[in-house]
C-alpha cells in the first residue's frame, strides 16, 4: 500500500521560509518522479514543483520560480520542498504526489498517488 505523508506546514510571516518532507513507503521510490500540488480555498489544484527520479531534471510553476526549490533523497525515501520569500499567496494545502509510471512532470493527470496534506499559511 503506498502511503505518501507530509509534513512541515505552518503558519508564517511574509518573507520567511519552510521546508516541507514528504515520506513515501510502498513504492519503488526511486523510480518515481514525484511532485507537490498546492489548493487554495476555493481555487483549482496547481502543480507547484516536480522532480524526476534521479533528480536531474525539475520543473517549477512560474510564481514559485526562484523561490522554492525541490529535491528528493533516494536513500531516506523522502521529497522535500524549500519554500524561501514566502507570499500570502502561498497560502494553501500542500500534497505531495507520486507516478506510478513514468509520465511528464508537469502533469496533474501523470500523478497516481497523494499524500493528505499539510497547511502552509503566509501571514501579511
Known amino acids: 500500500q503506498v502511503q505518501l505523508v507530509e509534513s512541515g506546514g505552518g503558519l508564517v510571516q511574509t518573507g520567511n521560509s519552510l521546508r516541507l518532507s514528504c515520506a513515501a513507503s510502498?513504492?519503488?521510490?526511486?523510480?518515481?518522479?514525484m511532485g507537490w500540488f498546492r489548493q487554495a480555498p476555493g481555487k483549482e489544484p496547481e502543480m507547484v514543483a516536480a522532480?524526476?527520479?534521479?533528480?536531474?531534471?525539475?520543473y517549477y510553476t512560474d510564481s514559485v520560480k526562484g523561490r522554492f526549490t525541490i529535491s528528493r533523497d533516494n536513500a531516506k525515501n523522502t521529497v522535500y520542498l524549500q519554500m524561501n520569500s514566502l507570499k500570502p499567496e502561498d497560502t494553501a494545502v500542500y500534497y505531495c504526489?507520486?507516478?506510478?509510471?513514468?509520465?511528464?512532470?508537469?502533469?496533474?493527470?501523470?500523478?497516481?498517488?497523494w499524500g493528505r496534506g499539510t497547511q502552509v499559511t503566509v501571514s501579511s
Open positions: 510502498g513504492l519503488t521510490f526511486n523510480r518515481c518522479t
Open positions: 522532480i524526476n527520479w534521479g533528480g536531474g531534471f525539475t
Open positions: 504526489a507520486a507516478q506510478g509510471t513514468s509520465g511528464p512532470l508537469s502533469q496533474r493527470a501523470a500523478y497516481d498517488f
